[in-house]
């Protein structure tokens, strides 16, 4: 099929991607004249482990195709996925306006006699299909046909290409049999399991999902917390609770909170939502505070080592919010870094692949920058593990001992074994574990 994609960032590359490699013609179109130059010179402006080999091998293919015209991408496309930022407002609502945008430059391109399906991508209140299809409406003047469908994404950063290969489910919100019966035939090839809803169940569904998983992770550090209070360990509790196959041991990591570009927004808009309907969803409230809380606490601990923060040698290992990707964004790490600026502390950092956009982006203004682990820990009266990526791990903690100034390890994502750490000579601290 032909499919066109507008806007070519971490969900709508990676999908417009994956639909090429199951054989569909895709464009994927972006208006950041940058970010299409740089695809179309061959160079992928995200780091998403697997997608730059498929992205080549989709081009060579002519599968895939870049561009910043909307007008020439929907041209050819029986169906047009929205990808553009949904982000939130002071207020913790949702802006509509990229949305709202794209809306209107679609439906001044669309040309009687030809039936496109329009499909919401972006995480997006309920109710937001049915003002994209009134927008279409008011601004084609030609009567064009077309639907709205909302097909939200549940893919993970740093494992986007394999979970859009093997989604563990599709949905398919709309109301029309032929837009839902060509939405089934793009993802065909996919061979996974599709439920087809209505369009505001699609929509809510993407916001009840990722609330409840950072209900999760807020639940396991609410656990993390009484665990440190009695000297329990939160990882055989989670364990524990976990292998009772009810609830699944995946998101039942303590550590220092759930960041990124997905669930503090996607929280804060549902809450938003709830009370917008008059039904304010305030157990997700507590899920913010204890996500808040869990940072706080941390640096506390640090304080609490290091007395005063001013003036100390802080190596921080992470920026990103999750190992494996380059996204930085409301990184849990960068606001840690930003944390420990601005009581004066003198901030190393190290991460594998987000310190660049990091730096791009000026998020860690007042902090220096290294190149390895290890330089990064050099002279430190502390270092702090923000992102658990694997790297960390296998570093040479008899190394890294020798290198520090003062060895005490701060673990914010309980990624070493403390024994282990304990045995090498560091005082070490992680969560919900001694
Ligand atoms: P992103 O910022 O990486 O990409 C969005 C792209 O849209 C950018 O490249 C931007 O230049 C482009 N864009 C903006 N306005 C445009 C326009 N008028 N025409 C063409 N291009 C335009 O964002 P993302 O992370 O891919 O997220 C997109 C949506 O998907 C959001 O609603 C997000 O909540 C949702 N989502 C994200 C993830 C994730 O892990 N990143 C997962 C599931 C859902």
């Known amino acids: ?48 482990p697997g997608l730059e080999e498929l992205i080549h091998q989709n081009v060579s293919a002519k599968r895939l195709q870049f561009t910043t015209s909307t007008a020439e991408g929907v041209s050819n496309a029986e169906v047009v996925f929205i990808a553009v930022p949904t982000p939130p407002q002071p207020d913790g609502s949702v802006d509509l306006s990229y949305i709202e945008k794209v809306a209107r430059e679609i439906a001044a391109v669309l040309q009687p ?35 709205v469908v909302s097909n939200p994404e549940f893919l993970r950063e740093g494992c986007a290409v394999s979970d859009l290969m093997k989604p563990d489910r599709i949905v398919i919100g709309g109301n029309s049999e032929r837009a839902i019966a060509l939405m089934q035939k793009i993802y065909e090839p996919f061979l996974a399991p599709v439920l087809v809803t209505d369009i505001n169940s ?17 639940y396991i550090n609410a656990v993390a917390q009484i665990c440190e209070a009695s ?6 509790v989670a364990d524990g609770i976990g292998m009772d196959r009810r609830i699944g041991r995946n998101f039942l990591n303590a550590g220092i909170g759930y960041g990124g570009s997905c669930f503090p927004k996607d929280i804060a808009a549902f809450i938003a939502i709830s009370e917008n309907l008059g039904v304010p969803f305030t157990l997700l409230k507590e899920v913010q505070r204890i996500n808040r809380t869990q940072r706080d606490r941390f640096i ?33 790490a960068v606001e840690l870094v930003n944390d420990l600026v601005a009581e004066g502390a003198d901030v190393t950092v190290y991460d594998p692949k987000g310190t660049e956009k990091a730096l791009e982006f000026k998020l860690i203004e007042g902090a220096k920058t290294a190149s390895s682990p290890l330089e990064a820990a050099r002279d430190a009266e502390a270092l702090i593990i923000a992102t658990e990526w694997k790297p960390f791990a296998a570093v040479d903690l008899a190394a890294l001992k020798s290198i ?29 574990r001694e």
């Open 1 to 48: 099929m032909n499919i066109c994609i507008i806007g070519s960032g971490y969900v709508g590359l990676v999908s417009g991607a994956c639909f090429a490699e199951v054989g569909h013609h895709v464009t994927c179109v972006d208006n950041d004249q940058r970010k299409i130059d740089a695809l179309l010179a061959g160079k992928v402006p995200i780091y998403e």
């Open 113 to 147: 006699g030809q039936y496109r399906v329009i499909v919401d991508k972006s995480t997006v209140p309920v109710k937001t299909g049915e003002k994209v299809a009134d927008t279409i409406r008011r601004y084609n003047k030609t009567g064009a046909e077309f639907d």
């Open 202 to 218: 699609a929509e809510l569904i993407k916001h009840a999902a990722n609330s409840f998983l950072a209900l999760k992770i807020s």
């Open 231 to 236: 000297g329990a360990n939160v990882e055989k």
């Open 300 to 332: 506390a601990k640090v304080r609490e080592a290091l007395w005063v923060l001013k003036d100390k040698k802080i190596a921080v290992w992470g920026l990103t919010f999750k190992p494996d990707t380059d996204d930085v964004r409301s990184s849990v």
């Open 404 to 432: 520090m100034h003062t060895p005490l390890l701060f673990d914010g994502r309980n990624l070493l074994d403390p024994e282990t750490a304990r045995s090498f000579g560091f005082t070490y601290t992680s969560i919900g």
